[in-house]
């Protein structure tokens, strides 16, 4: 059985991420589009992310464009999330969440929360210091309603 750190993503400027580095740490991980209507959740996101990082808590946003709501062009969406939502967090090359051609790590994550597939963009998955997944949020669900949990796991 896979375990979170044993995956590898690339991020936009096409260094790897490699999640074995994420052990001890507070792990969001949600697929994004910058066209969606819930884009606007990355600035909620990033709010938590400046406000948690320095106390061990990361995030990985992971563009994908499998509900047509994303750029083609990684570096379109790179620049469209840091210049309208001040994304600073490591954000990966475009992935799928569903089908055949689904990331390996969504497969994982999906399988982990016993729920199948993503049915839209800012799916979120919080996982914890050990590397399991914590809860499953549904797109619509704000950051703010996060920071609870978040606070609780990095013991605040």
Not at 78 to 100: E, I, R, S, W
Not at 104 to 130: A, D
């Amino acid at each position: 059985m896979a375990s979170i750190y044993d995956f590898k993503e690339t991020e936009m400027g096409g260094e790897t991420i490699d999640f074995n580095r994420y052990r001890g740490h507070v792990l969001l991980v949600v697929n994004t589009a910058s066209k969606c209507g819930l884009a606007p959740q990355l600035k909620g996101i990033e709010s938590l992310y400046q406000k948690y990082h320095e106390k061990g808590f990361e995030v990985i946003g992971l563009p994908s464009n499998q509900f047509h709501q994303e750029f083609q062009d990684d570096e379109k969406t790179d620049q469209y999330c840091h210049l309208h939502y001040g994304v600073t967090f490591p954000m990966t090359k475009h992935v799928a969440v569903n089908g055949d051609d689904a990331d390996p790590l969504f497969t994982h994550l999906k399988s982990e929360s016993g729920h199948g597939r993503i049915k839209w963009n800012y799916t979120k998955f919080l996982i914890n210091q050990s590397g399991d997944l914590v809860h499953r949020y549904a797109p619509v669900t704000k950051p703010e309603k996060m920071e609870a949990t978040i606070k609780s796991l990095l013991n605040e």
